[in-house]
């Protein structure tokens, strides 16, 4: 590359680099815009503007280490989440669109009233801080078997003002004498068989105990439908991330579980199954 460059041109040559080596070269624009904090105006109206030196050097050890299948999140260190930035590391799972949609379903139908509310598996903490930031007049509680999670979920709650209570633990083992109105949760829920089909970024930077479930990937579930009657108030609801295969098989689980519970399953905005919803009363 020559010196005197503009955004345009480095980004040029950082999009080309990344297609030619399997990525998507939006990432590169994607990666300038998170380390400058610029909105999409701010990337447009620089385009022709000369790069310094310091940036295109940043974004070219960035280009490079993503190339190499380094997640974007991994380097820039958060992921925005609701219009929320979180903190992501390697002992997290990235948080995804599709989570965002079962925490907004959640939130367009909750009664105005106080909830008392738990998060199971929570992770970055992107669930139940979102709760507690969308909804303060709710008790939320977000437990992680992971302590390293758990400190990152910490931290996030932290820098975002939210007072969630953090507890680390195996599903509902430190909740187990309390009752609540609504269980939330996105669940390890992949097959160890469908490895073959996933990203090897994801397989190699993310933490395959956030991942992956015995029995096909409803291990967890078969848990959860055996312990969240003890920890449910008769009234309470379920709101359960699942694989786009799996709504009838944890349909199913849940059903065994509550007999007379309205269980639905719904998709998200790609039409494929996302969320179990089990309503008790």
């Known amino acids: 590359m020559k010196i005197n460059e503009t955004y345009r041109e480095v980004l040029k040559w950082a999009s080309s680099f990344l297609e030619d080596s399997g990525h998507e070269g939006i990432a590169a624009e994607l990666l300038l815009r998170g380390r400058l904090d ?43 989440f609701y219009n929320y930035r979180f903190k992501v590391t390697a002992d997290t799972l990235i948080p995804r669109p599709e989570t965002e949609e079962i925490v907004d379903i959640f939130l367009h139908q909750a009664p105005e009233r106080p909830l008392k509310v738990l998060d199971i598996g929570t992770g970055t903490g992107v669930i139940a801080i979102t709760i507690k930031k969308e909804r303060p007049q709710d008790d939320v509680t977000a437990v992680d078997l992971s302590a390293k999670a758990l400190a990152v979920a910490k931290e996030n709650a932290v820098a975002l003002g939210a007072d969630v209570q953090l507890l680390t633990g195996d599903l509902t083992a430190p909740v ?20 073959v089909y996933m990203d090897k970024s994801v397989l190699t930077h993310e933490p ?8 096909h990937g409803l291990a967890i579930y078969q848990r959860l439908a055996e312990e969240i009657p003890a920890v449910l108030k008769p009234t309470g609801q379920i709101f359960l991330e699942i694989g786009f295969r ?12 509550f007999p007379n519970a309205d269980i639905t399953i719904k998709k998200d905005m790609s039409g494929q199954d996302r969320l179990v919803q089990v309503l008790l009363a």
Request: glycine share 4%; charged share 20%; hydrophobic share 40%.
């Open 208 to 215: 395959k105990m956030a991942l992956f479930a015995e029995n």
């Open 38 to 80: 610029w909105t999409k105006t701010d990337f447009i109206l620089q385009l022709n503007e000369q790069i310094p030196e310091e940036i295109k050097q940043q974004l070219i050890a960035d280009v490079t280490q993503h190339s190499q299948g380094i997640p974007i999140q991994h380097l820039l260190g958060y992921e925005s």
């Open 176 to 195: 187990k004498n309390q009752q609540f109105d609504v269980v939330i949760s996105n669940p390890p829920y992949i097959a160890e068989e469908e490895q």
């Open 246 to 257: 799996q709504g009838a098989a944890v349909k199913a689980i849940f059903k065994t579980a």
